[in-house]
C-alpha cells in the first residue's frame, strides 16, 4: 500500500520527466487515465513525457495527444535516442527525428530526449554514444529544441562534448536539463554556467544520499526543476514502490526543506521554472 501522497494545498507541480507509456505500468494494471487522476489530487498538474528510442518517442507523442487535458492535467512529449540505444542509431533514425521535430508544434514536443552518454551499462559502445550524443545536439540547434540530458558515469567525456558545442556557439541559450543529477558540485555548477537546468528527483529524498542534496543546496532557483523519472526511483516514503507523477511533491518537499523555503513556494518556483525551459504558457 502506498502512502498517501505529501501535499493537500493549493500550489500546482510540474513533473518535468514521467514515462507513463512504460510497461511496468500495464504489468501492475495501472492505466493512464488512473496515473492522471492520481496526478489531479496530488496537484501535478503538468507533465512531460520523454522518449528513448523511436517506439518510445511514439508513444509519448500518442499518450501527450490523446490524453493532453484530460483530469485538467497539461501533457508534453519529448523525441530522441537514448545512449542504451544508440547502436540502434541509422540514417533512418535521424530522419524520424527530423520529421518529427518539423511538427513539434502539433505534436506537442517539447524537447529532444533523452540523450547523452552512459557508461555504468555501456549498452552501446561508448564511441558510439558520443556520436550519436554529438548528432543530437546538432539537430536540436538545427531545430531549436532544448534536450533532455542523460548522463551516468560519464561526466568528464560528457562535459568535453558540451564544452565544445557550447564553445563553438552551438547550445541554445538554454540548452535544456541535465535530467536526474548524479553528477558533482562541480561538474552541476559548469552544466549551470553553460544554461542547463538541473533536474531532481527521488534520489533527493535519499537518506543515504549527500551528493544530490548538497548540489540542490548550491544550485541557482533559475535553474532548479523537479520530477520523478516514473515508473523508476521512487521518492520516500515510498521507495520500491513503482513510481509516478503523483509523487513529485515528495520531492518537492525536500527541495523546499534544503532550499528553506515553503513547499507551496518551492511548487510555484519549479513550475515557471519548468514552463521557461519547455518554451511553454
Known amino acids: 500500500m502506498r502512502d498517501p501522497v505529501y501535499y493537500s494545498g493549493s500550489a500546482e507541480f510540474f513533473d518535468t520527466h514521467a514515462h507513463i507509456y512504460d510497461r511496468k505500468y ?10 492522471l487522476l492520481r496526478c489531479k489530487s496530488s496537484g501535478v498538474t503538468s507533465v512531460l513525457i520523454p522518449a528513448d528510442n523511436e517506439e518510445t518517442s511514439g508513444l509519448a507523442v500518442d499518450l501527450a495527444m490523446k ?8 501533457l508534453y512529449s519529448s523525441v530522441g535516442i537514448h545512449p542504451h540505444e544508440a547502436k540502434t542509431y541509422t540514417e533512418e533514425t535521424e530522419d524520424f527525428l527530423r520529421s518529427s521535430l518539423e511538427d ?12 547523452g552518454l552512459d557508461y555504468y551499462y555501456d549498452l552501446s ?9 554529438a548528432k543530437q545536439l546538432e539537430i536540436a540547434k ?39 543529477c548524479s553528477c558533482s558540485l562541480e561538474a552541476s555548477q559548469e552544466l549551470v554556467k553553460m544554461g542547463f537546468y538541473i533536474g531532481f528527483d ?5 537518506k543515504n544520499n549527500k551528493k544530490t542534496p548538497e548540489v540542490a543546496r548550491n544550485t541557482p532557483w533559475d535553474r532548479i526543476v523537479i520530477e520523478t523519472d516514473s515508473p523508476y526511483l521512487t521518492p520516500e516514503p515510498n521507495r520500491g514502490l513503482i513510481n509516478e507523477p503523483c509523487h513529485v511533491p515528495y520531492v518537492c518537499a525536500r527541495l523546499a526543506e534544503i532550499k528553506g523555503v515553503t513547499i507551496d513556494e518551492a511548487a510555484q518556483i519549479t513550475y515557471d521554472n519548468g514552463k521557461m525551459l519547455y518554451g511553454v504558457n
Request: net charge negative; proline share 4%; glycine share 8%.
Open 142 to 180: 538545427e531545430y531549436d529544441v532544448p534536450v533532455i540530458l542523460h548522463e551516468r558515469d560519464a561526466t568528464g567525456d560528457c562535459l568535453d562534448i558540451l564544452r565544445r558545442f557550447y564553445r563553438e556557439g552551438r547550445l541554445r541559450s538554454l540548452p535544456g536539463v541535465c535530467h536526474c
Open 202 to 206: 527521488g534520489p533527493l529524498t535519499f
Open 26 to 35: 500495464a504489468d501492475c494494471n495501472t492505466n493512464v487515465e488512473d496515473i
Open 125 to 133: 559502445e561508448r564511441s558510439v554514444q558520443r556520436e550519436v550524443f
Open 67 to 74: 490524453y493532453d487535458g484530460f483530469a485538467g492535467i497539461t
Open 104 to 115: 513539434r508544434k502539433e505534436k506537442r514536443i517539447m524537447a529532444l530526449g533523452e540523450i
